[in-house]
């Protein structure tokens, strides 16, 4: 009798394996929610001098994924805007974001993902209840991460968020 419950085990652990490579081998199913595997980028400078001058682009679309790299409170030209100020940092940042949102037909309810990075949590938390004016419905997933400096020496506060682009547009 033990001799069948071992070849019994035996048997079934096999099956286990062949059944579970077998599924290892076959295609997911295309479900359609996100058709980014065959789209072209298509890119977006916010500020085309001076992200062609230091090599990088603000956003790029793939598919119905819209990512956008980190924004800092600067003109066009470069320079900091609200040195020192904390709060007006953090509205020029969303002001920014909020253009190349417009630029997609999105707004700040596609966003799914925001990372801010800042040189100071506590200015952070002291701020962060002005983001219940910009998410008004629900706020994404994101981190707070607190770093030593940012890209400019007099800039506070970054942020870079990734939004879904919904089926109507």
């Keep these: 009798m033990i001799r069948d419950i071992h070849a019994y085990g035996k048997a079934l652990s096999a099956i286990i394996i ?3 490579l077998y599924s290892c081998n076959q295609e997911m199913p295309k479900t ?5 595997e065959t789209a ?9 001098e001076l992200e062609k001058m230091y090599g ?5 679309r793939v598919g119905n994924i819209v990512k956008v ?31 190349v949102l417009k630029h997609y037909g999105c707004t700040f309810d596609d966003v799914i993902l925001e990372n801010i990075y800042t040189t100071s949590m506590a200015e952070l938390q002291k701020n962060a209840a002005y983001r219940q004016k910009i ?3 629900h706020f994404p997933t994101g981190s707070w991460i607190g770093v030593k400096e940012l890209g400019l020496p007099d800039a506070m506060i970054e942020i870079e968020i990734e939004a879904l682009i919904s089926k109507k547009q």
């Design 18 to 20: 062949a059944a579970t």
């Design 69 to 99: 790299g980190g924004v800092i409170s600067i003109d066009d030209k470069g320079n900091p805007i609200g040195k020192g100020d904390y709060s007006q940092q953090m509205t020029n940042c969303y002001a920014s974001l909020e253009k």
């Design 40 to 48: 072209k980028p298509e890119y977006f400078l916010l500020r085309p």
């Design 56 to 60: 990088y682009t603000q956003a790029v």
């Design 32 to 36: 359609g929610a996100l058709k980014n």
């Design 135 to 137: 998410y008004t419905h």
